[in-house]
């Protein structure tokens, strides 16, 4: 089936620092969603986004749209302890009534 | 938050038992998703609704069934539990097919 090749894996940075992570596939997507999975918790959709080149920004959360419609990226500004979690992103291919997921960045800040 | 509920939250049963775990949403929203959820592998696809009476199956949907009955529940099945199906389980609801919302998920371990 359809896949989508998120990374990194996992990141382990200092409170403070920046983050980005990105998801590419060889299919071509209609709408990018990005999630967050707080441990023991079911995702939450963080920022979604339906057009190529689109930029949206959540507080400090900025999500891309990329030209090719092949790829996205989640930058986070000045991660805070709260920012720890499984990120995921996802995408809807055209006339698809279901998405495909990434495999997620685990986010682990050191105070 | 869009209103799903899931039940049981959490359950222990013992290998070649039935088991039903049910998803209600109240956001009347068309599009209904059961996912499983297993270190390594993300979020997996198992069925999914499209309106009353509409399934579809996911990847991974063997030693699983699904009903819908009303819009508001959709309800998943283990005919004949095996350990292999120890997981957290998701629901997910969807208004286009597209951004889903997930619920609170189901811990389900079978010995």
């Known amino acids: 089936g359809q896949q989508l090749n998120q990374s990194p894996q996992s990141m382990f940075i200092q409170e403070g620092e920046d983050v980005s992570m990105n998801c590419t596939s060889s299919?071509?997507?209609?709408?990018w969603l990005w999630y967050k999975q707080d441990p023991g918790e079911g995702p939450v959709l963080l920022i979604a986004?339906?057009?190529?080149?689109e930029l949206t920004s959540n507080g400090r959360l900025t999500a891309q749209f990329g030209i090719t419609r092949k790829d996205s990226f989640l930058n986070i500004s000045a991660s805070i302890p709260s920012d720890v979690g499984i990120y995921f992103c996802?995408?809807?291919?055209?006339?698809?009534?279901?998405?495909?997921f990434g495999q997620g960045t685990r986010l682990t800040i050191n105070p | 938050d869009a209103g799903i509920t899931q039940s049981p939250r959490h359950k222990v049963t013992e290998t070649g038992t039935p088991v039903t775990l049910r998803c209600h949403q109240t956001?009347?929203?068309?599009?209904m998703y059961w996912y499983r959820q297993d270190p390594g592998h993300g979020l997996r696809l198992i069925h999914y609704?499209?309106?009353?009476?509409?399934?579809d199956k996911g990847e991974v949907s063997d030693g699983y069934s699904v009903s819908r009955s009303k819009t508001e529940d959709f309800l998943l099945t283990l005919e004949s539990a095996t350990s292999s199906q120890t997981s957290v389980y998701f629901c997910?609801?969807?208004?286009?097919?597209?951004?889903?919302?997930f619920g609170p998920g189901t811990r389900l371990t079978v010995t």
């Open positions: 997910a609801i969807s208004e286009t097919g597209g951004e889903q919302y």
């Open positions: 299919s071509i997507f209609n709408t």
């Open positions: 986004l339906y057009k190529a080149g």
């Open positions: 996802a995408g809807q291919l055209q006339g698809a009534q279901k998405l495909v």
């Open positions: 956001e009347n929203h068309r599009y």
């Open positions: 609704s499209y309106g009353v009476k509409d399934t």
